[in-house]
């Protein structure tokens, strides 16, 4: 390899990822965060590539558990054992170094899902006649009834929406597609939007597919789709507790506790693994007492 071997490295790397695996563009800008905190660290002990050993690599990830969350800690464990596998498939390095070095145990939290009654209270208070607003009560309406991610709803395009059918084409993650049901209500709101707000947004200088777009006509980003359910939720009383994610746990939850099969919740999501899908199985402290109480017949026995 050249004299900036590190460099070298981690660029094939990305377009293995990016090409074979088919990474989406988040998911390879969190695997060049990743490495560069790596390879920084690398460089500073200046070590190269072909001489990094176990107790290297250990080091590193020992120097990150001050700073950063375990999820990060490991995720970035997981960046560098990619880099190393890919190196030693490839042939550029003899050994994987990384295989004996532990990942810090993540705790999995039951998901801060809304009850159905603050959903119904964030929904009822995006009001108002005015484009922004008939948009932002579209997003959010669609956020909840199809369980999107946040990025699959700001690349979303008029041709996705089948609303006569009742179904949207969503692109997940990894570019996989997959058809989403959405709920009369959505449907209604998204309908009222496209029809009364978005061409007053979109500008016809600047016509293009996006469903959501910004005051300028151009598609919503991801950081104003934030802002905007940020902003709705402390509208609707729920502090900053809400986010898109938070109504895409609420979407799951809500059908798995009305009885919805665990993996037709699976395909809505667009889980891999339906093992990702079942933390929303998992009953709250609340929710598990106040069923015993009810079932359990010595639950109130004095």
């Excluded at 700073?67 to 003899?94: N, Q």
């Excluded at 309406?141 to 929406?161: H, K, M, N, T, W």
């Excluded at 009742?166 to 989403?180: L, S």
């Excluded at 300028?216 to 994610?245: F, M």
Aim: aromatic share 4%; glycine share 6%.
């Amino acid at each position: 390899m050249s004299a900036d071997a590190w460099s070298e490295l981690v660029a094939e790397h990305r377009t293995w990822l990016a090409v074979e695996r088919g990474l989406a563009a988040s998911s390879l800008a969190a695997y060049e965060r990743d490495l560069d905190r790596y390879v920084s660290f690398m460089r500073r002990r200046k070590v190269v590539p072909a001489a990094v050993g176990e107790a290297d690599v250990a080091a590193y990830v020992s120097s990150l558990s001050p700073h950063y969350a375990p999820a990060t800690v490991a995720r970035g464990v997981v960046s560098v054992r990619s880099l190393h596998r890919f190196a030693v498939e490839e042939g550029i390095l003899d050994d994987d170094v990384t295989a004996a070095v532990g990942t810090p145990r993540v705790p999995q939290g039951i998901p801060k899902a809304l009850t159905e009654s603050e959903v119904e209270s964030l929904l009822g208070a995006a009001t108002g006649d005015d484009p922004r607003a008939m948009r932002d009560r579209a997003m959010l309406e669609v956020l909840y009834a199809g369980g999107l991610r946040i990025s699959e709803l700001v690349q979303l395009d008029r041709p996705d929406l089948a609303l006569d059918d009742g179904v949207a084409r969503v692109v997940g993650k990894g570019d996989k597609e997959r058809i989403v049901p959405i709920g009369r209500t959505a449907r209604e709101s998204v309908r009222a939007y496209l029809a009364e707000a978005r061409p007053a947004l979109a500008r016809s200088t600047r016509a293009h597919d996006a469903v959501f777009v910004n005051t300028r006509g151009g598609r919503l980003s991801r950081q104003a789709c934030w802002a905007i359910v940020r902003t709705a939720g402390e509208r609707a009383g729920l502090g900053r507790r809400l986010s898109p994610h938070v109504l895409r746990h609420s979407c799951a939850t809500h059908m798995i506790e009305r009885g919805a099969d665990i993996r037709v919740v699976q395909e809505l999501l667009g889980h891999a693994s339906l093992s990702t899908t079942q933390v929303y199985t998992r009953v709250s402290p609340e929710r598990l007492r106040a069923v015993y109480d009810a079932a359990h017949p010595r639950a109130r026995a004095s």
